[in-house]
């Protein structure tokens, strides 16, 4: 279960704190499935980014099965706006990124690696760079890179908007069944 009680986040612009989460609330229970939405700049990526433990700088409660958020303790899963790839990695390297993080380079599931290859159809690629790659393939390997951790919480993060409309139902298909 996550838990937010109080949450109150700031960031620092030109020495100025600006508010950005302002006394949000939540729970999710275990299972559920949770959309955010709101406009631009309403605190909807940071808020993700407080779940996965990227921002500690906060005020208020986060929780996720009674214990303070910690990704050393839990396997989330990120999949950010901008995609997060390492422009210096190929693509196989950002797709084991995390889980070579995680479990060490030798228990990678290489089956599981090898199925998400062949469902998100970019087998082909994994050799490339991220800046060869299209908008709605970088997309695609920042999804493979967070499933392939099997994320305990998988956070998403506008994670359909740059895929064509036949992946996009692909790729919402295969995250139902997972």
Same mark, same amino acid.
């Given at each position: 279960?996550?838990?937010?009680?109080?949450?109150?986040?700031?960031?620092?612009?030109?020495?100025?704190?600006?508010?950005?989460?302002?006394?949000?609330?939540?729970? !999710?229970?275990? =299972?559920?499935?949770?959309?955010?939405?709101?406009? +631009? @700049?309403? =605190?909807?990526?940071?808020?993700?980014? !407080?779940?996965? @433990?990227?921002?500690?700088?906060? +005020?208020? %409660?986060?929780?996720?099965? =009674? $214990?303070?958020?910690?990704?050393?303790?839990?396997?989330?899963?990120?999949?950010?706006?901008?995609?997060?790839?390492?422009?210096?990695?190929?693509?196989? %390297?950002?797709?084991?990124? *995390?889980?070579?993080?995680?479990? =060490?380079?030798?228990?990678?599931?290489?089956?599981?690696?090898?199925?998400?290859?062949?469902?998100?159809?970019?087998?082909?690629?994994?050799?490339?760079?991220?800046?060869?790659?299209?908008? @709605? %393939?970088?997309?695609?390997?920042?999804?493979?890179?967070?499933?392939?951790?099997?994320?305990?919480?998988? $956070?998403?993060?506008? *994670?359909?908007?740059?895929?064509?409309?036949?992946?996009?139902?692909? !790729?919402?298909?295969?995250? $139902?069944?997972?």
């Amino acid at each position: 279960m996550i838990k937010i009680n109080d949450l109150n986040v700031w960031y620092e612009n030109k020495g100025k704190n600006v508010k950005v989460i302002e006394n949000i609330n939540l729970t !999710v229970e275990k =299972g559920e499935i949770c959309a955010i939405i709101g406009p +631009s @700049g309403a =605190g909807k990526s940071t808020l993700l980014k !407080v779940l996965a @433990g990227i921002i500690v700088d906060y +005020s208020g %409660q986060v929780s996720i099965d =009674g $214990l303070a958020v910690n990704p050393k303790i839990y396997r989330i899963g990120l999949i950010p706006q901008n995609y997060g790839l390492v422009k210096w990695k190929t693509v196989e %390297q950002n797709i084991l990124l *995390s889980a070579k993080i995680k479990d =060490g380079k030798v228990n990678i599931d290489m089956d599981f690696y090898e199925k998400l290859l062949n469902e998100l159809k970019f087998k082909e690629f994994i050799k490339r760079y991220p800046n060869q790659l299209s908008r @709605g %393939q970088m997309q695609r390997v920042a999804i493979a890179r967070a499933l392939l951790l099997k994320p305990n919480l998988l $956070l998403m993060d506008e *994670s359909f908007s740059a895929l064509d409309a036949m992946t996009r139902e692909d !790729v919402q298909k295969m995250f $139902l069944e997972a």
